[in-house]
């Protein structure tokens, strides 16, 4: 899903038929505040927008969209000089095109963009793995297997936040220690399985 953020309805039509050739899915918004409603509810793949818009900058819409968005913002527009380029860019354009600009490179900009993407998802998707199993081996490390409850290691960890807890609120803390006498007798008399069980 692309949007489209065009005041000129001619240039609009273009880009959204170039854009089709390609596979994509438009939408058309005319002004800063369509834009921003079209983009929170279509949640696109990326936004094309013009700088000059009836009810506003284009840049300023851009910084909108990243304070809640990461979606790549390609911005087409009529304005060439450097300091517009550098102020979209600035502001979380990704790429920045002067009209009028050829389907070819429009296409090509949208694969560019779809490709980083892509790379970005992958990097999420590796990233939440990562802090998944970052997750489990702490468990790992902290539980027992056999009861699921602290091993020593667990029990320092979790011994040390509730003193720090029972300092801060100025609270007393219990601590009780158990311990279960001649369990090796129950061990060597039925086997470590019915010992396991027992436990």
Known sequence: IVIVVEDEAKIRRFVRMSLESEGC?????????????ETATRKPDMVVLDLGLPDGDGVGLIRDLRTWSDIPVIVLSARTS???????LDAGADDYLIKPVSPLVLGAKLRAMQRLVAMRQKLVTLSNDLQEANEKLQ??????????????????????????AA????????????DVDHFKLYNDLLGHMHGDVCL
């Open 82 to 88: 450097e300091m517009d380029k550098v102020e979209a």
């Open 139 to 164: 468990r790992l490390a902290e539980i027992d297997e056999l009861t699921g409850l602290h091993n020593r290691r667990g029990l320092e960890n979790r011994l040390h936040q509730e003193v720090t």
């Open 167 to 178: 300092r801060r609120e100025q609270s007393p803390l219990t601590v009780i220690l158990v």
């Open 25 to 37: 899915q438009v939408y058309e918004a005319d002004s800063v505040k369509r834009g921003l409603i």
